[in-house]
Nanobody, 126 residues
C-alpha cells in the first residue's frame, strides 16, 4: 500500500501559475509509474501528465507546453507545474502511482493505476 498526499492547489486568475506536489509515504519513484489526473464536475477523470520510471514523460494534448511533471526521488515527491492556466483547467487534481510490474508504464490510463491521493482543488477564474 502506498499513501499519496497532494498539496498546492488554490484559486488563481487565468494566465496564472500553480505548483502541485504529491508526497508518498514510502520510496516509490524509481520503480513506480506516477501520474497526475483531474476531474471537473460532471466529467470523467482525465489523464494530465505521467512520468515513467526512467524519467520520460507524456502529456495530454490540452496541457502540452503549459504543464510540466517532475519528480524528486530523494524526497519521494512528485510535482506538477501549471502555467498559463485557463478556466477549463478548473478541476480536482489527483496524483496516482503503480509499480511497473516489469511491464512498463500505462501513461494516462487512469484505470491502470493502483494508488490514489485524495486530490487538491484547482480553480481558475477568467
Amino acid at each position: 500500500q502506498v499513501r499519496l498526499v497532494e498539496s498546492g492547489g488554490g484559486s488563481v486568475q487565468a494566465g496564472g501559475s500553480l505548483r502541485l506536489s504529491c508526497a508518498a509515504d514510502r520510496y516509490t519513484y524509481s520503480s513506480y509509474c506516477m501520474g497526475w489526473f483531474r476531474q471537473a464536475p460532471g466529467k470523467g477523470r482525465e489523464g494530465v501528465a505521467a512520468i515513467y520510471s526512467d524519467g520520460s514523460t507524456t502529456y495530454a494534448d490540452s496541457v502540452k507546453g503549459r504543464f510540466t511533471i517532475s519528480k524528486d526521488n530523494a524526497k519521494n515527491t512528485l510535482h506538477l507545474q501549471l502555467n498559463s492556466l485557463k478556466a477549463e483547467d478548473t478541476a480536482m487534481y489527483y496524483c496516482a502511482a503503480r509499480p511497473t510490474y516489469g511491464l512498463g508504464c500505462p501513461g494516462l490510463a487512469a484505470g491502470a493505476y493502483d494508488y490514489w491521493g485524495q486530490g487538491t482543488q484547482v480553480t481558475v477564474s477568467s
